[in-house]
Nanobody
């Protein structure tokens, strides 16, 4: 059974930073690209960032490029999202997800992600 557990969310003032973590169990973590998505109240889930299985390549949504950094530690079965210069519009529930195919390329399409975490709330106050 594949499980993803996010942590690290919270309340932070605008301009602040948070680091989200996502621990994965139940599959060979290092074989699969990982992604972060978010969903704000009343809005659809949107792509944030993704990273290849080996961690060499990343891809970001334009809205977070230059502020957020995705990384992974395959020895710890964990993917991270470092969020700097946070804005009130970054307020959302953040989800990590693992791709449906090992060694696949980067994708910002949610249907291509097979397993999802329960989400962690990030609230940025103005």
């Amino acid at each position: 059974q594949v499980q993803l557990v996010e942590s690290g969310g919270g309340l932070v003032p605008a301009g602040g930073s948070l680091r989200l973590s996502c621990a994965v169990s139940g599959r060979i973590f290092g074989n699969y690209p990982m992604g972060w998505f978010r969903q704000a109240p009343g809005k659809e889930r949107e792509f944030v960032a993704t990273i290849t299985s080996g961690g060499r390549r990343t891809y970001y949504a334009d809205s977070v490029k230059g502020r957020f950094t995705i990384s992974r530690d395959n020895a710890k079965n964990t993917v991270y999202l470092q969020m700097n210069s946070l804005k009130p519009e970054d307020t959302a529930v953040y989800y990590c997800a693992t791709r449906n195919m090992a060694y696949s390329d980067l994708s910002d399409r949610a249907p291509l992600y097979e397993y999802w975490g329960q989400g962690t709330q990030v609230t940025v106050s103005s």
